[in-house]
Each structure stands twice: as structure tokens, then as C-alpha cells.
T-cell receptor, first 113, second 118 residues
Framework: QQQVKQSPQSLIVQKGGISIINCAYE??????FPWYQQFPGKGPALLIA?????SEKKEGRFTISFNKSAKQFSLHIMDSQPGDSATYFC????????????FGTGTRLKVLA | NAGVMQNPRHLVRRRGQEARLRCSPM?????VYWYRQLPEEGLKFMVY????????ESGMPKERFSAEFPKEGPSILRIQQVVRGDSAAYFC????????????????FGEGSRLTVL
């Protein structure tokens, strides 16, 4: 019940295309859903996050879509650029508890120039 | 640099030796989390600490691993008698004190310490 399932494991997109990464969770107590971006040899950095009281959040080219009833959320990267090539992790946490994140297994995105 | 500071960035140990990884949280943060990332895998929660207290160590292996966050100084993750399977990147993250200011729930990660066991 503490798992967060992420797909696909890897993704190749042409420059200018849309990258879509999906995550699903079981524990309905989760109330904070961040996406982190990690470049090789670096630590994860927060990209965008959403709480379950909204269905969508957009920041620049990055959008989270959230489906509470399906217990699913996804990251959309519009107009994907080669600089977006990185590993993306979704996560979930319970902010009334310890805040610890349960991470998905990651998606390696490669954007072709 | 006001970010989460981890050292050493790279550490090589032979089997049976001890590894000590250090983490200084962001200024004003009193909560520290340790995560382990195996090659080509996601981040696995290990332990959550506040100053002088271990709050959640449900992800920590029962043997050889320990963590502390003393009143003064950095948080330390200690691995005794390392084995090859301990080779991984260990990330520390910190977050602000609860209920103060704009606590968004965000965890701020360091650059990681990469442990290689020969």
C-alpha cells in the first residue's frame, strides 16, 4: 500500500514533442505529490508538485494532471527540449505525518535534437 | 552555498571497513532524511531524523546501519562492515520545521555521496 508505481521506465521523445510520465498509488492518505528531476551525478530537484484538492497544475512547460478517484497522476512536458533529458521521479507523501516521500522507480527521458 | 551539503561526494571502501557519510541540512531546517539509490533504480527511504531523535527508521537495514543527528554538527549515516551490496548513492534531504512559514512539504536534496565497496 506504500508503493508508487511509475511508467514508463524509459522514454524517447523528439524535440518539440510531449513527454508523458504516469504514476499510480494505493494509499489514499497521501496528500502531496511532487515530481523530481535528476541529472546524472546530481541530486534530485523539485520540478512541480500538486495536492489532491486540484486536478491540474501548470508551471511553464510542465503540467501535473491528478485523478483522485483513479489514484493516478501524470507529468506532461510540453515542447520537450534536449535539456529536459534526465530521470524523473514521482513521489507521494503524507504531510500530516513524517513527510517522508515514497518514490516511484523513475523514468529516464531522452529528448532527441 | 545554502543548500544541503553532503560529504564525502565519493567514498571507496574495502569489504569489512566502515563508511561514514555526513549531511548538513539547509540553514533553518531541522528535519533530515536519508535515501539510498542503487544503480538504475529509484530512491528508497532509509531513515528520518530530527535533532537528537530518530523519528522513522523503517527503511534502515536492521544490522550494520545506523544514523544520528546530534544537537550540534551534521547528520551522520554510518555503515559498518560494508559489503559490495552497499555500493550505492546515498542522498540526504532536509525540510523546514513544521508549522513555520511556508512549509510546502518540499524536501531539498543534497548532491549525494557515492559509496563504492571493493
Amino acid at each position: 500500500q506504500q508503493q508508487v508505481k511509475q511508467s514508463p521506465q524509459s522514454l524517447i521523445v523528439q524535440k518539440g514533442g510531449i513527454s508523458i510520465i504516469n504514476c499510480a498509488y494505493e494509499n489514499t492518505a497521501f496528500d502531496y505529490f511532487p515530481w523530481y528531476q535528476q541529472f546524472p551525478g546530481k541530486g534530485p530537484a523539485l520540478l512541480i508538485a500538486i495536492r489532491p484538492d486540484v486536478s491540474e497544475k501548470k508551471e511553464g512547460r510542465f503540467t501535473i494532471s491528478f485523478n483522485k478517484s483513479a489514484k493516478q497522476f501524470s507529468l506532461h512536458i510540453m515542447d520537450s527540449q534536449p535539456g529536459d533529458s534526465a530521470t524523473y521521479f514521482c513521489a507521494a507523501s503524507i504531510t500530516s505525518g513524517t513527510y517522508k516521500y515514497i518514490f516511484g522507480t523513475g523514468t529516464r527521458l531522452k529528448v532527441l535534437a | 552555498n545554502a543548500g544541503v551539503m553532503q560529504n564525502p561526494r565519493h567514498l571507496v571502501r574495502r569489504r569489512g571497513q566502515e563508511a561514514r557519510l555526513r549531511c548538513s541540512p539547509m540553514k533553518g531546517h531541522s528535519h533530515v532524511y536519508w535515501y539510498r539509490q542503487l544503480p538504475e533504480e529509484g530512491l528508497k527511504f532509509m531513515v528520518y531524523l530530527q535533532k537528537e531523535n530518530i523519528i522513522d527508521e523503517s527503511g534502515m537495514p536492521k544490522e550494520r546501519f545506523s544514523a544520528e543527528f546530534p544537537k550540534e554538527g551534521p547528520s551522520i549515516l554510518r555503515i559498518q562492515q560494508v559489503v559490495r551490496g552497499d555500493s550505492a548513492a546515498y542522498f540526504c534531504a532536509s525540510s523546514p520545521t513544521r508549522g513555520q512559514g511556508l512549509n510546502t512539504g518540499e524536501l531539498f536534496f543534497g548532491e549525494g555521496s557515492r559509496l563504492t565497496v571493493l
